[in-house]
C-alpha cells in the first residue's frame, strides 16, 4: 500500500483529513515527498521512518505511534511459477531469520516478532 494512502487512514482516524487535504501535494512516492521537503518547496511531509532518516535538511517533527499508527507491512511468499521454487524458499526462510531480523534493525525497520 503506498504511504500516502497510509498516511490518509491515519489522519482520518485523528479526525484531521479534511483540514489537511486541500493542502495536501500529492507526489509520486516517498522519496519525492522528501525531496520536496528538503528543498523547501513544501514545508512538511508524511514518510516513512526508514526514509526520514536520509533527510539532510529537514528534521523529525512527530513519529506516528501508538494505536493509530499504521501497521505496515511487506509480506513475502513464493511464486508459484517461480523457476527456483527451492532458491525462493530459502530467501524467504532467510527473512524470517534472526540474521535478516538484525538487517534490518540497523536500517530502521522493526520486524514483527
Do not use: Q
Amino acid at each position: 500500500m503506498p504511504a500516502g494512502v497510509y498516511a490518509r487512514d491515519w489522519l482520518t482516524r485523528l479526525g484531521l483529513w479534511e483540514e489537511v487535504a486541500p493542502k495536501v501535494v500529492p507526489l509520486e512516492n516517498v522519496r519525492a515527498a522528501l525531496a520536496a521537503v528538503e528543498s523547501g518547496n513544501v514545508d512538511a511531509a508524511i514518510v516513512y521512518a526508514t526514509d526520514a532518516a536520509l533527510a539532510h535538511r529537514s528534521r523529525i517533527a512527530f513519529r506516528v505511534t501508538g494505536e493509530a499508527a499504521p501497521r505496515i507491512r511487506y509480506p513475502v511468499a513464493v511464486i508459484a511459477g517461480s523457476a527456483s521454487p527451492a532458491a525462493a524458499s530459502r530467501f524467504a526462510d532467510f527473512l524470517a531469520s534472526p540474521a535478516a531480523t538484525r538487517i534490518f534493525e540497523r536500517w530502521g525497520f522493526r520486524p514483527e516478532r
